[in-house]
């Protein structure tokens, strides 16, 4: 969520600010307008506000007050009025990076993985998804994503119409509930907006809580999925047999009980991207990417691609983990000149990423789908330090997958090649960080 704040708090401290109860949130009424002016800092709060809505004793009003003040959550009228929450990140865990569009009020998720965690107590819940330019771009193209409710999967599709409401909630008792949206398809098709949230009046959304570590994962077709879900060497790249949920990222976030943000695009490197004919791939680079929101051939909003929206890194992550040199192989090969060309660039990725992450320890791994450039990365790290002076740094390498693991699409690594994978990882992780 960053530096927003929830806009839900009880009866009683509304009344003592003097304002009325209402159950539309972010719609035209004085008292959402008053919020909303003091979640944004547009208003100071007096002392006297300050001590009534400072529930955690902190002397400020943040974002843990307003997530206490869900438990005595109270709204006035009929429960069967309907509360739209747009925007929708107002009052959601934003998984990743996301982008907020104001004049469509749309949260839109271009990355793997990206989207949205929140908790309601009601009886009705649903939420409106919006397609990009590559909706009609079939099981290729379309953006696949996943609804979770109360920890199970509830929904799993691709999104080909450009808008569509999910009733994920209709039922006659109100209860507490958990759902997630999340994009299981990388950025390089299509992007997905989520543009609101309805639920039943007296029903309240807030978001999970953040864990306390987050790890962003840097890296290419392996960190996005790429084919996980069709364990056969053909049928080509498919938005529809990604699934970042099943990678070593995301289980190794899991693992850890930690957040995350994945970075990755297929094909991309840190010299040259994927490449058939042996020359240098300048077209599908990671580095150029790292500070945007995402990279895509669709767009959304009409003319927005994620690739020209610029990343603020307002919140540094708690841990760096940097998986990229599969694609690099497809230049390099053997030939030592090119393979030190990598470690340069390597070494100048990682001066940029350390600019933009200042604490953050960094990990760099290789090795799922061939060891060609693990000594490469490793020299890379070696001269990183040297030259910086920076040791919070360090690297590992995978074991490459064998073949009584099986091969997913373009032989790439299975759900059980990730699984030990991410085992590996999660472990250096604990013994190094002591997480």
């Known amino acids: 969520m960053g530096k927003k704040a929830l806009l839900i708090t009880s009866a009683a401290v509304l009344a003592a ?5 209402s159950p539309l949130l972010f719609g035209k009424s004085k008292t959402t307008d008053k919020l909303s002016a003091y979640l944004k800092g547009t208003e100071k ?45 107002t009052n959601v865990k934003l998984l990743g990076r996301t982008y907020h569009h104001e004049e469509s009020k749309t949260t839109w998720c271009s990355l793997s993985g990206t989207g949205v965690h929140f908790l309601m107590n009601g009886s009705k819940c649903s939420v409106t998804l919006v397609g990009d330019s590559q909706h009609t771009g079939g099981e290729a193209n379309a953006a696949r994503y996943a609804v979770y409710l109360d920890g199970a999967l509830w929904k799993d599709a691709q999104l080909t119409t450009p808008t569509l409401e999910l ?3 209709n039922t ?24 609101d949230i309805t639920v039943d009046g007296n029903s309240p959304i807030i978001p999970v809580a953040a864990k306390a570590h987050t790890i962003e994962f840097i890296g290419d077709s392996i960190t996005c999925g790429y084919g996980v879900d069709l364990e056969q060497t053909g049928g080509g790249f498919k938005t529809l ?45 990671v580095p150029p990417l790292y500070d945007k929101l995402g990279s895509s051939y669709g767009r959304f909003e009409g003319t927005l691609q994620p690739q020209s929206i610029p990343w603020d890194f307002a919140a540094e992550p708690s841990l760096i983990v940097i998986n990229l040199g599969t694609n690099d192989p497809s230049y390099t090969g053997s030939d030592g000149t090119r393979m030190r060309e990598y470690a ?48 919070n740094i360090s690297s590992m390498r995978f074991a490459a997958q064998l073949a009584e693991d ?30």
């Not at 008792?173 to 950025?187: D, F, G, N, V």
């Not at 990678?247 to 899991?254: G, H, S, V």
């Not at 490469?376 to 920076?390: C, F, K, N, R, W």
């Open 241 to 285: 047999t990604e699934n970042v949920t099943r990678t070593y990222a995301y289980q190794t976030a899991l693992a850890l009980d930690a957040d995350y943000s994945m970075v990755s695009f297929s094909g991309h490197g840190i010299l040259s991207g994927y490449t058939s004919n042996g020359q240098k791939n300048q077209n599908q680079l």
């Open 17 to 21: 600010l003097g304002l009325a109860a």
């Open 344 to 391: 340069d660039a390597y070494v100048a990725f990682l001066k940029d990423v350390r600019a933009k992450n200042p604490n953050a320890p960094i990990l760099c791994t290789l090795g799922i789908m061939g060891t060609t450039l693990c000594d490469a990365m490793e020299l890379a790290v070696s001269d990183y330090t040297a030259q910086t002076g920076d040791t």
């Open 406 to 435: 099986g091969y997913a699409v373009d032989w790439h690594p299975t759900a059980a090649t990730h699984n030990k994978a991410a085992a590996v990882l999660t472990e250096y992780i604990r013994n190094w960080l002591g997480w």
């Open 172 to 195: 006659d008792t109100a209860a507490a509930h958990e759902i997630r949206i999340i994009k299981l398809s990388e950025s390089g098709n299509s992007a997905l907006g989520i543009r």
């Open 167 to 169: 009733e994920i909630l």
């Open 45 to 89: 709060f007096t002392e006297k506000e300050v001590a009534l809505l400072d529930m955690d004793g902190n002397g400020k009003i943040d974002r843990m007050d307003w997530i206490k003040a869900k438990y005595s959550a109270v709204f006035g009228g009929d429960s069967d009025v309907m509360q739209v929450y747009a925007p929708v990140e």
